[in-house]
């Protein structure tokens, strides 16, 4: 294998680690998403009409909270052909190594 075929599989290899310590900083999710959607515990309050009669287990009450934060996740939820969702680790891996793939075939057919 020449050099240029080299240097183009560390690139690939590269972006890749690069992509995957992204997709674990930002949560290691299956599905890219742009908002996040959990269930969060919060106190009790103590003005509920229904505190007193035993209504919620252990004084806990939970609720539905949506953020906006970033999660790359391994594979896309796109809605349509050109919708922010697309990008995943799957639409950022896979064209650089198939273009790495084939870089190195034409180049091995030239030799």
């Known amino acids: 294998m020449t ?9 690939a290899t590269i972006l890749t680690i690069a992509t995957l310590i992204t997709w674990q900083a930002t949560g290691g999710d ?5 908002q996040v959607v959990e269930q969060v515990e919060r106190k009790l ?41 697309a990008i995943s680790v799957a639409t950022i891996v896979v064209p650089v190594w198939v273009f790495a793939i084939v870089f190195w075939w034409f180049m091995r057919r030239r030799e």
Do not use: C, M, Q, W
């Open 3 to 11: 050099k240029l075929p080299k240097i183009v599989f560390a690139i």
């Open 30 to 34: 299956s599905y890219t998403k742009f």
């Open 45 to 85: 309050d103590p003005d509920d009409p229904l505190a007193g009669t035993g209504f919620y287990e252990d004084d806990k009450v939970t609720e539905t909270i949506k953020r906006d934060e970033f999660r790359l996740g391994l594979i896309p939820t796109p809605n349509g052909l050109l919708d922010k969702n």
